[in-house]
């Protein structure tokens, strides 16, 4: 498959390694007509990624990831929008402050671990960006406490794990109400987060689809075959988008570049179809 389209890119906004501009600059040089800014709950970096659209020649999608309640998994609605959403930073707002909680708690835990790490460090590695655990997991790296990110994230900040702090998020409903008040498409991200057996998995999607939900996020780094066809005939049976991503936060998270998942020309041209009717509806 020839991948046009990467809807699935995070940036310094978040906890991205690149500015919005250089993840544009990035995904033009991979060779793509298409990507999506999908930064943790905010839009900030959205609209340096859109000014840089024509300088680069590609077309820019704003986008955003949200983080829902959900359990015993991980559940992250993707937004997509026709034009920069006017007003979404603010209904994100809650979100946002219960990060700043968040963070703290983390590195306390990590304190009573033994480990020597501070906020004050994180702070500096994140910058002017929203503080996410990749930053903590940086800092980490740095000071040796772990070699890489997969390990700092199954030994301390993973769901389950002992730094862990869970943050406040929105119900389901709400992740996906919000992006549609906002003429977005909302999308589930990576499903195989969601931990469900396929009757209980069909149930869910079926139940977010009732609530608004538009489309499923297919094409994805950790899907195995086998999943990527049970997400695409679940989407099917229920009318609904297929998409996809790398889910890009920098080029030592992973080793994967902007564009090596996501959509075809013939997918990829369903989906600006749907995308774009938003902005009329």
């Known amino acids: 498959m020839h991948i046009r389209a990467d809807l699935h890119v995070h940036t310094r906004a978040s906890d991205g390694d690149l500015d919005p501009e250089q993840a544009v600059s990035q995904a033009r040089f991979s060779g793509l007509d298409t990507v999506a800014v999908t930064d943790h709950d905010t839009v900030a970096g959205t609209q340096e990624a859109l ?45 946002q402050e219960a990060r700043k909680l968040r963070f703290p708690r983390m590195v306390e835990k990590l304190n009573k671990l033994g480990i020597d790490i501070s ?15 990749p930053h903590i997991a940086k800092v980490l790296i740095d000071k040796g406490s772990v070699r890489d990110f997969d390990e700092a994230f ?18 389901p409903r709400e992740a996906i109400q919000t992006i549609l008040a906002h003429k977005g498409v ?19 999607i079926r139940e977010l689809a009732d609530y608004g939900l538009m489309g499923i996020e297919v094409s994805y780094p950790e899907h195995t075959r086998s999943q990527k066809r ?17 889910d890009y936060h ?20 369903v989906f600006r179809e749907r995308l774009y009717q938003r902005s009329s509806s």
Request: proline share 7%.
């Open 51 to 95: 000014d840089s659209a024509k300088k680069h020649g590609i077309e820019v999608i704003a986008g955003v990831e949200i983080s829902a309640v959900f359990e015993p998994g991980t559940l992250h609605i993707l937004g997509y929008f026709p034009s920069y959403p006017k007003g979404f930073e603010q209904a994100l707002k809650p979100l």
């Open 119 to 133: 906020l004050e460090e994180v702070l500096k590695i994140a910058g002017d960006a929203q503080v996410g655990r």
């Open 154 to 171: 199954s030994r301390y900040l993973a769901k389950g794990r002992p730094a862990y702090v869970e943050k406040e998020k929105m119900s």
């Open 186 to 204: 909302p999308v589930l991200a990576h499903p195989f987060t969601l931990e469900l057996e396929k009757p209980e998995l069909r149930r869910f």
């Open 230 to 246: 049970l997400f695409a005939q679940i989407a099917r049976e229920h009318g609904l988008l297929i998409t996809g991503g790398t």
């Open 250 to 269: 920098g080029p030592g998270q992973g080793g994967l570049t902007i564009g090596a998942y996501g959509l075809d020309k013939e997918a990829l041209s």
